[in-house]
């Protein structure tokens, strides 16, 4: 079988319907396929927040911030390992391209609150009603629908298919039934199939230090596929040895955990001893190998009422009950309690506690230098949860331009062909910052949609 459109979009995550919209915006006829029977991807999973220098929001908020600030740390949280121009359209876009996202794709944001992410100069990251990807995929894909993008889910892409001159005219793909189907793109077509943080095979083809103790935060689809197609025309890769592990998972399932994320607002870490171990402000990376240093592989995350008040907890009471139900978290009126729960050394953990609220009143934590975030742990009922490292994020992928056109390895571009998301590489150097993925994605989803367009 065969269907022609002028533009073929691989993947329907965030970045693929941002490229498909904005293609079709163009006038030209778009379609999208999918291989899972829903769209979403890692986007769908993720929370959803995404950084922008001088935004509606910073401006409500009175937040100074600059273009120039947010590269800086957008290049050092990637130890200066990222490109510099590719960073620079992210930066110069982000605010703009998030505006359109409010007013044309009608995605709802927290209007006066900012997420300050690890690495960040400034609370810089737009937060979307509820906390998560949900919110964007599902206005995204009401957008799809409107404008009558056709939508094909259940439908894998194999190969691409090249013209004699090596130019990308389509794909090949198949269906459940085992249907082939070509889908031309006469225009162009752009692969927007997210990472490969789900093929471990292929983060050990590149990286030498994750193994089968990490568990994975992506969907099932998170498996590389774009890579693999586009190689087999020539296409280059770049930084694919950097593979971003989150520390606070869920030791069941490998979902990342966003009740964990009271670490930002104060929850402090600690070992089955009872003890902290590690900076609870440092990189991904370095606590997640602390975590899997400890004896038996578990970080136990702490906090108490009043950073569970001055948390985001109640966005994700849902996940609250489920991690309750499985004894991944517990809470307790005292430490003894919540201690005994997940058989910690209650007397140490006492200690550590009473130790670090010194620290908070000094303002300065000797032991770790925790950089932000320092809040006292006093007031009952008391929370303790059970966490573990996932691989989470490949930052490698294909090599593209500024014009999120695919480059081949003799440094050409590949007629035809653009990538935008995290099926690309160079963006985020060595280590991603929070809330830069889903940047990348709007910025760069754009502008290969609108290149495809031409
Ligand atoms: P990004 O954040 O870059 O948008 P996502 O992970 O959100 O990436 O989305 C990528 C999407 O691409 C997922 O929905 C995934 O199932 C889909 N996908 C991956 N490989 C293929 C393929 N071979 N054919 C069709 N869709 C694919």
């Not at 950073?307 to 307790?332: H, P, Q, W």
Request: charged fraction near 25%; glycine fraction near 12%.
């Amino acid at each position: 079988e065969e269907k022609e459109y002028d533009v073929v979009v691989v993947g329907a995550g965030g970045a693929g319907m941002i490229a498909a919209i904005e293609a079709k915006s163009q006038g030209v006829n778009v379609a999208i396929i999918e291989k899972n029977p829903f769209v979403g991807g890692n986007t769908l999973v993720s929370g959803g927040e995404f950084n922008a220098p001088n935004s509606w929001v910073q401006e409500l908020m009175g937040v100074e911030d600059s273009v120039e600030q947010y590269i800086e740390d957008t290049l050092s949280g990637g130890d200066y390992e990222g490109n510099e121009e590719l960073v620079r359209i992210m930066a110069e876009n982000i605010s703009a391209d998030g505006e359109w996202l409010r007013d044309y794709v009608e995605v709802e944001f927290i209007e006066d609150y900012l997420m300050h992410f690890g690495g960040h100069s400034v609370p810089r990251a737009i937060y979307p009603i509820g906390g998560s990807g949900i919110e964007l995929i599902q206005k995204l894909e009401r957008k799809v629908h409107e404008m009558e993008i056709p939508l094909y889910t259940k439908t894998k892409a194999n190969d691409l298919i090249v013209d004699e001159n090596n130019r990308v005219i389509g794909v090949s793909a198949e269906n459940p039934e085992g249907n082939m189907i070509n889908f031309y793109g006469t225009n162009g077509v752009v692969l927007t199939t997210g990472g490969f943080g789900a093929n471990l095979e292929m983060v050990q083809k590149y990286n030498d230090v994750i193994d089968d103790r990490y568990k994975s935060t992506n969907q099932k689809g998170a498996t590389g596929d774009g890579v693999y197609m586009a190689q087999e025309v020539g296409a280059d890769v770049t930084d694919m040895a950097f593979v971003q592990t989150y520390p606070t998972c869920n030791p069941l399932t490998g979902h990342l955990s966003y009740v964990a994320d009271t670490r930002f607002d104060g929850a402090i870490l600690v070992n089955k001893g009872g003890e902290r171990f590690v900076e609870e402000m440092d990189r991904r990376d370095v606590i997640s190998e602390a975590i899997l240093a400890q004896e038996d592989t578990f970080g136990y995350l702490m906090w108490d009422e009043t950073i569970r008040n001055n948390s985001n907890m109640d966005s994700y009471l849902t996940e609250f009950e489920n991690l309750e139900k499985y004894g991944l978290v517990v809470k307790a009126d005292t430490i003894e309690e919540a201690a005994a729960f997940f058989e910690i050394d209650a007397e140490t953990l006492k200690s550590t506690i009473e130790r670090y609220n010194g620290f908070v009143e000094k303002g300065e934590d000797e032991d770790f230098q925790r950089r932000g975030n320092l809040a006292a742990l006093k007031e009952g009922p008391y929370y303790i949860q059970q966490v573990t490292p996932a691989i989470h994020h490949t930052m490698g992928g294909l090599r593209i331009n500024g014009d999120a056109q695919v480059i081949s390895t003799e440094g050409e571009w590949i007629e035809g062909l653009y990538a935008a998301g995290e099926v690309t590489g160079g963006v985020h150097g060595k280590n991603r910052l929070g809330g830069n993925a889903i940047s990348d994605l709007i910025v760069f989803g754009r502008i290969a949609g609108r290149n495809a367009a031409q």
